[in-house]
C-alpha cells in the first residue's frame, strides 16, 4: 500500500534531499504508525503525528493505502 509522508524539521534529513521533506513510500498491508516510524529510523522524539490531520494517539493505529502521515519532533530553543 502507498503511504504519503510529510516529514518537518530536522525530520526531512531521513529523505533524499530533493524530496523536501515529502514522499509516497509502499508499506505493507497493516503496518502501522509504529512501522511506518521505524521503516523511516526517525528518533524516538516525535512530538506530534497526524494521519489525514487527526492526531495520532495511539502508535499501534492501522494505516491503510492512501492515508496521508504528517510527523513533526520535538522543538527546543531558548
Same mark, same amino acid.
Given at each position: ?19 523536501? /521533506? ?9 503496518? %502501522? ?16 503525528? %497526524?494521519?489525514? /490531520? ?11 493505502? /492512501? ?9 527546543? /530553543?531558548?
Amino acid at each position: 500500500m502507498q503511504i504519503g509522508i510529510k516529514l518537518f524539521s530536522r525530520f526531512g534529513q531521513a529523505l533524499p534531499r530533493e524530496a523536501r /521533506g515529502e514522499a509516497t513510500i509502499d508499506l505493507p498491508e497493516g503496518a %502501522t504508525v509504529a512501522t511506518l516510524l521505524d521503516h523511516l529510523d526517525l528518533p524516538s522524539r516525535v512530538k506530534l503525528i %497526524t494521519v489525514d /490531520g487527526q492526531q495520532v494517539v495511539d502508535r499501534e493505529q492501522v494505516l491503510y493505502d /492512501g492515508n496521508t502521515v504528517h510527523i513533526f519532533p520535538v522543538v527546543v /530553543g531558548g
